[in-house]
């Protein structure tokens, strides 16, 4: 198959943010939204482990694994043909030990990511550089990092304060210098982001950050508007799709009751000329 001549790469991502071009990032989980997405233009496409919320149903991203984002990441590769393909590290597949870190992004990638992403600095930045050496790109996160929502008490605005403000800075610093290509950065004051986003040579990309990040990211269900619970501040509702479904959904309900559904029109008949 041809590779796209536009098809977007770690280095293209990274050009953009030179070139002041601002790179554009939603989460899928399988083919045809994957499509959609990667049809529509959208430059990076994040197989979130998200997942575990908007499709799975969980409270927290901690229960899902290395084999559901494996076979997520297999069923958005597949509808994807320019766009980036950045596929989440699940809790504890990168952080026991170096061995196991690589072993599991290599299966990502097999099965068709482009690039990983895993949340926090600190310890995670002898995993990056590891990663990085094997040939395997990453993508930092940081601010809030859902996969530690226990240690935040919550799903809280991050770095508040002066002193964590810096240590944002630091990290995303850090992270640059283990090799990421680029940083997601979660619920934080528009200010801490945009000074991070000018102190760092990588893009960083925001969601609840701002607008002066490079690029912006939102879940997809939350922008979709799939869920009837009242949005995050930071999601902007582009579609109601709970709404248009479930219209859909008692229409046919009552079509198929009524007997008006299957019309001639759906149905095969013996008599051709019918
Ligand atoms: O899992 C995810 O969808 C994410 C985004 C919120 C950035 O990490």
Do not use: W
């Not at 041809?2 to 601002?22: Q, S």
């Not at 393909?85 to 299966?107: C, H, K, T, W």
């Not at 801490?192 to 102190?199: M, P």
């Not at 479904?245 to 007997?259: I, K």
């Amino acid at each position: 198959m041809a590779t796209p001549i536009d098809k977007v790469t770690t280095l293209r991502v990274m050009k953009k943010k030179m070139r002041g071009e601002k790179i554009v990032c939603l989460t899928a989980y399988d083919y045809p939204f994957a499509r959609i997405l990667d049809e529509a233009g959208v430059d990076i496409i994040l197989v979130g482990d998200s997942v575990a919320n908007v499709v799975y149903g969980m409270k927290t991203t901690i229960g899902i694994g290395m084999e559901e984002m494996v076979y997520h990441t297999r069923a958005v590769a597949s509808g994807v043909k320019r766009a980036l393909v950045v596929s989440d590290m699940p809790f504890l597949s990168y952080q026991v030990s170096l061995e196991q870190a690589i072993e599991n992004a290599g299966r990502l990638l097999k099965a068709g990511a482009e690039a990983v992403k895993l949340e926090g600095a600190g310890p995670v930045l002898e995993t990056v550089r590891r990663l990085v050496g094997c040939g395997i790109p990453v993508m930092g996160h940081l601010g809030l990092t859902p996969q530690s929502v226990h240690k935040l008490g919550g799903y809280r605005l991050q770095a508040r304060r002066p002193e964590e403000q810096e240590k944002l800075l630091t990290d995303a610093q850090a992270l640059a210098a283990a090799g990421c290509f680029a940083i997601i950065l979660e619920k934080v004051p528009a200010e801490a982001a945009s000074r991070v986003t000018k102190a760092v040579q990588i893009p960083v990309i925001g969601i609840g950050a701002g607008p002066e990040c490079d690029g912006q990211i939102l879940v997809l269900q939350d922008m979709l508007g799939m869920f009837e619970d009242e949005p995050y501040k930071f999601v902007k509702r582009y579609a109601e799709l709970n709404r248009m479904t479930r219209q859909a959904v008692q229409e046919y309900v009552a079509e198929v009751r009524q007997g008006k559904f299957p019309g001639p029109e759906h149905s095969f008949y013996t008599d051709e000329n019918r």
